[in-house]
């Protein structure tokens, strides 16, 4: 007995010690408590989950950068399970990865401090979903900050997700100024790197070519 509990304890050292366990367990929680709440049939609805800033949570005080980017992330699981999206993936056997973000911190969330966090699709792409993520204090209501995700959709697309949800084409809605500003950014960042790296970008080369 001794021995296995030695052999246990030794175990845990080491997923802990390599691992973000942690996050791995937080993650499934999040997923099953999902399944047991009320779905989200609007699979463009907004879906709140609430949090609050917690010691683990802090550096000088107040919410760590890193994780503002951590709690979007069990956000957008919970997202993905209520509206369906999780369950589209698995039919389609697509996947889905971030492809790129960018938050703003408008005001930091101190702690003990209760938020919202709100998340939405807001538009589609033919490879990704772009999707905008807000802490709402729930002290005066402020915006403290928003994030924009890129999720790219591997071995299948948006459309094809939203039609097996909806059984029907679904129509993307007008890409807000700021967003479209953004999207413009990450592919002039693309480009600069694919430049640097002597990586020819193939649709400007075909450009080229019909001239």
Known sequence: MEMLLC???GLLLLLFSCLDVWYFLRGAVVVVRAWFQKPVWDVLGEQSVSGRVLLHDIDLGHM???RYLRECDFARFSLYSRNGVFKACRALRATMVVGATTIRLRRALCLGEAFELRTRIVVWDEKAFYLEQRFVSCRDGLVAAVMWC???VMRSSPDKILQYLCKRKV???DYPEDLQHWISFISASSQALRAQSGLVDKTGAQEDKDK
């Open 7 to 9: 052999a246990l304890g």
């Open 64 to 66: 760590n950068n890193a």
């Open 171 to 173: 129509e993307c809605p």
């Open 150 to 152: 890129k999720q790219n």
